[in-house]
């Protein structure tokens, strides 16, 4: 007990207290450093939010070392200095790198900023998802079929970048598909990993577009390695699909002038008086949003 007083006291009173200070103030170098120091400090998070902080901490302790070397004269503030300007500009060169390595194409950095940034998903997170993708972008010209009804199978998960899908079944039209939306986000949602199925209506792009391809294995295998993905994605889907399903009850009418809500299958919300009877479908299939209800009228093809 006794030599851990001794080594307390001999931290506290070894050296003298100040009796006197000095009236000059230090020289403008060492507030320079000061102020690099507090304006560092504030620094947010990401990488850029890094490269803020570590390069302004590092001109910091340079100019706390230039102090140290002219106006203090000591080596070992100089150096404990100069190495932690040393550990600043290697962090910034390594999250400048890190940077660089996530850059991406155009109309992947518009479809980071326009879905995944406000979700505050990381850079480093959507490179693995583009990744996924093989950051590829895929061309569907007009007219032509990104599905066939009853003969195409369900291997992948798309999301529309730019232009507009058609969707019917038995040539009658449904709902149309708009950027940002997923393709076949009922058709993933309707099957286990290991299931296997095929579309249930037609896909046609009535413009040219371009759509995210992933494929299902490989999709699968990062949900697998990264359970944030995987939560990710399923909320996504889970909106997308919620969307498909109110631009079918829009579209879905029942007699006397009242529209049939598919969430609320014993009421009925006013519609417009001239609006044409149909039937509702009383039964929605299980993971097909998207399914002609009974009696629709053909709204187009």
């Keep these: 007990m006794g030599e851990n007083a001794s080594f307390w006291e001999s931290l506290i009173y070894a050296h003298p ?3 006197t200070w000095k009236q000059e103030a230090e020289g403008s170098i060492y507030h320079l450093a000061s102020i690099l120091f507090v304006v560092g400090f504030m620094g947010g998070s990401g990488f850029f939010g890094l490269l803020y902080v570590f390069s302004l901490l590092g001109l910091g302790f340079l100019c706390s070392s230039v102090w140290a070397w002219l106006d203090v004269c000591a080596a070992d503030i100089f150096s404990w200095n100069f190495i932690l300007f040393a550990i600043c500009f290697v962090q910034f060169i390594y999250v400048t790198y890190q940077v660089r390595s996530v850059s991406f194409d155009r109309e992947f950095q518009e479809l980071y900023s326009a879905l995944f940034q406000p979700l505050g998903i990381s850079l480093t997170v959507y490179r693995k998802i583009v990744l996924c993708c093989d950051a590829e972008v895929v061309t569907l010209e007009k007219e032509h079929c990104y599905a066939m009804q009853g003969k195409t199978p369900i291997d992948k998960l798309s999301l529309l970048v730019s232009g507009r899908i058609r969707v019917t079944v038995d040539g009658e039209f449904l709902h ?5 939306q997923f393709l076949d986000s009922p058709e993933w949602d309707s099957l286990r990993p290991t299931e296997e199925g095929i579309f249930q209506v037609t896909l046609t792009a009535e413009t040219d577009c371009r759509y995210v391809a992933w494929r299902r294995k490989k999709l699968y ?3 697998a390695k990264h ?3 995987s939560r990710l994605f399923s909320i996504l889907i889970g909106s997308d699909i919620a969307e498909k399903l109110y631009a079918l009850n829009d579209r879905v009418h029942v007699g006397k002038g009242f529209r049939y809500d598919i969430r609320l299958p014993n009421f009925y919300h006013v519609s417009l008086p001239e609006t044409p009877p149909v039937q ?3 039964r929605l299939q299980r993971g097909s949003p998207r399914r002609k209800p009974t009696g629709v ?4 093809s």
């Design 280 to 282: 509702p479908s009383h």
């Design 176 to 180: 149309y598909i708009f950027p940002l």
């Design 297 to 300: 009228t053909n709204c187009g």
């Design 17 to 19: 207290t100040c009796t």
């Design 221 to 223: 295998l990062l949900f």
């Design 227 to 229: 359970r944030f993905i």
